[in-house]
């Protein structure tokens, strides 16, 4: 905002995918002369609920800029939303941005060579931290499993695409991660012919009547899923630390060992 580079777009993201999606400014991009920077959000909300602050089911938008100069910098926009109405069905809003600067401590500077070469320093648990339970530990998911009926794609789309594959996430209809859109209404024939980019692995995504046969069993069942070159991957959902519940899993199962029919 202001100065010669106003109205400059520095960076953008058009959906969520579970990433760090920042990058870094080389050249280091000149701010002489400008008034601030402007962050804007929109939000996707597919559903008939009220959607707040905070994680899970809710949104968040934050920015986070790592700057070199002369002082600490935060902002946030905390209270006082104002909604201005609906543009082409979007609820457009705004509120007040709070900002706080403060000069930067002389001991704020980069590690010495010899603190780099030093054991890494764990501080202790507080002591309202020590029951914490901890990280939960990811388990693969037995065969016998016995799985959440229907087992059918619609039932499959409502119970695991949508919750935990298209919500504002990776494989969504705006931009699917990997080319793969489990959103839109040719679902099945996106999972039945989608080319696998990211693996090297011979097996297809589906391959109906054969679970253990199918590419896309081995992401959501195994922790640690490898290719044929023996690369371990990461499982899906991605970034979560476990997966997802057993029964839901073994519907996916049961729905390729039936047919992968389209119902």
């Known amino acids: ?150 087992a059918t794609l619609t039932s499959i789309r409502e119970t695991v695409f949508r919750g935990s594959c298209t919500f504002s996430a990776c494989h969504d209809a705006v931009a699917p991660q990997a080319g793969l859109d489990l959103a839109s209404d040719d679902v099945h024939e996106n999972l039945l012919d989608h080319q696998i980019l990211f693996a090297d692995t011979s097996l297809p995504l589906v391959a109906p009547g054969d679970p253990d046969g199918s590419w896309l069993m081995k992401l959501i069942s195994l922790c640690e899923p490898s290719d044929d070159r023996g690369t371990i991957l990461n499982h899906m959902p991605r970034n979560a630390p476990t997966l997802m519940a057993p029964e839901v899993i073994a519907k996916v199962r049961d729905w390729i060992l039936a047919g992968a029919q389209n119902n």
């Open 1 to 150: 905002m202001g100065g010669p580079l106003d109205g400059h777009v520095i960076h953008s993201l058009d959906t969520f995918n579970a990433e760090p999606n920042g990058k870094a400014l080389d050249p280091p991009l000149d701010l002489t002369g400008a008034t601030g920077l402007r962050l804007t959000c929109g939000y996707y909300n597919p559903r008939d609920k009220s959607v707040g602050w905070g994680i899970g089911d809710q949104e968040m938008c934050v920015m986070l800029g790592l700057a070199d100069s002369d002082i600490l910098m935060d902002a946030a926009a905390l209270d006082g939303n104002v909604v201005d109405g609906e543009v082409d069905g979007i609820v457009m809003n705004h509120g007040p941005c709070q900002g706080l600067a403060i000069p930067r401590n002389a001991a704020q500077t980069l590690p010495s060579e010899a603190e780099r070469l030093a054991p890494l320093y764990v501080p202790p648990s507080l002591p309202g931290d020590e029951e914490l339970p901890p990280v939960p530990q990811c388990v693969d998911t037995a065969d016998n499993v016995l799985g959440e009926p229907p």
